[in-house]
């Protein structure tokens, strides 16, 4: 047989599987009916188990584990397509069309009160600057000061550095982020470069250098080819500046930025010394209360999945089927569950779009655990 009489096999078996499948999703919409009206919930554990178990019996042994995969996506689009029937009035719908009525027309404020973490010269410092025109900005030793100053409503908001695009995520933002509740409601690129100082006048050999432990990462490179110095971390690249300029050790250098030796009065050492001359960090702005802002085209999620096979395609699929572009995902071991995973997505939408807040509200019934981050704008 000719590979032209298999190819018209193939597209006559495919439009049987098209009229089939539509068959069979005309059921689906008549179970969500059914279901509906006795409060049932969509999906069905031991329905699926037992059309999965009796159709890889029928198909054979060879071909078991293609019908287990292909049933899973059409379990899949089925449930999606069921969600999305009847009415979306979930609180998560609610407070989301709330938010969307209080900012209309609005962006974030000019003057604000704003938590950052560090001191003067921090680079969260200069995110916030360029976020906000003219802010008030409280200082705070640690990521979870700033957290936990958003969420008792110290300040109405704060600036939180989330990854690089060089040393990666910042981990201990992402496992503080399942502590506190928050939204996000805006984020600024930041270009980072990072330079070598140390106090004015010092002649003695650089036998140490502190920074951050983000900072020290970026600058991998540099700290190899020095093996004799060693790296110290510390809580801010701004405190780390501040503590070389009351040192009184001659030995002793920061990697900072340019606005640190300005301030604490350091001498530049050495220019550039990022690993990568594209060295970014995205700052994201927290807030207690959820501020959906015009422009807004970036959404943040976390959420818990089962611990079993499929869960986290399960989500990947019904972004796919629904056009949304996924443009990151990182997991974050769960706290006292073995080998369990937190995910966090980050993705193209907008909850204007009424078909977007669906999707989240059919995320929301799908999830062991959902928490909806924001719906955000990035600079």
């Not at 009160?113 to 003219?134: D, H, I, R, S």
């Not at 040393?167 to 502590?179: H, I």
């Not at 818990?304 to 572009?325: C, D, F, K, M, Q």
Request: with cysteine; charged share 25%.
């Amino acid at each position: 047989m000719e590979l032209n009489e298999i190819r018209q096999d193939i597209d006559r078996i495919d439009d049987q599987l098209v009229r089939l499948f539509a068959e069979r999703m005309d059921c689906a919409q008549r179970v969500a009916e059914a279901k509906r009206q006795t409060g049932k919930p969509i999906r069905d554990h031991a329905r699926e188990r037992s059309i999965v178990n009796r159709l890889t019996s029928a198909a054979g042994e060879a071909y078991a584990p293609y019908v287990r995969a292909l049933y899973a996506h059409i379990f899949d689009l089925s449930r999606s397509y069921q969600s999305s029937l009847g009415e979306h009035t979930s609180p998560l719908a609610e407070e989301i069309a709330r938010a969307l009525a209080e900012t209309r027309g609005k962006h974030l404020p000019e003057h604000a009160l704003v938590a950052c973490q560090g001191t003067e010269g921090a680079y969260q410092q200069q995110a916030c600057e360029k976020l906000f025109p003219y802010p008030d900005i409280l200082y705070f030793e640690s990521f979870e000061g700033v957290f936990s100053a958003v969420e008792k409503g110290m300040c109405r908001y704060g600036i939180l550095p989330i990854e690089n695009s060089t040393a990666g995520s910042v981990t201990q933002v992402y496992d503080l982020m399942e502590k506190h509740h928050f939204y996000i409601c805006g984020a600024q690129k930041l270009r980072i470069d990072h330079r070598l100082m140390r106090k004015p006048g010092g002649t003695a050999p650089i036998t140490e250098i502190v920074s951050h432990e983000q900072a020290l990462r970026q600058c991998s490179a540099y700290l190899a080819a020095h093996p004799e110095i060693r790296a110290t971390a510390m809580e801010n690249t701004a405190l780390a500046a501040e503590f070389v300029a009351a040192s009184e050790r001659d030995d002793l250098a920061v990697i900072a930025s340019r606005a640190c030796a300005e301030l604490y009065g350091l001498e530049i050492v050495a220019d550039g010394i990022s690993d990568s001359e594209n060295n970014y960090t995205r700052f994201i702005c927290i807030s207690r209360n959820l501020e959906i802002y015009p422009q807004a085209r970036k959404v943040s999620l976390m959420l818990n999945l089962a611990h079993e096979p499929g869960s986290l395609n399960s989500i990947v699929s019904r972004l796919a089927i629904a056009g949304v572009n996924l443009l990151k995902l990182e997991s974050r071991p769960m706290p006292g569950r073995e080998f369990e995973f937190r995910f966090f997505f980050d993705m193209t939408a907008s909850v204007a779009d009424p078909d977007v807040v669906r999707l989240l509200c059919e995320l929301e019934a799908h999830c062991d655990g959902f928490t909806f981050l924001g719906c955000y704008d990035e600079q």
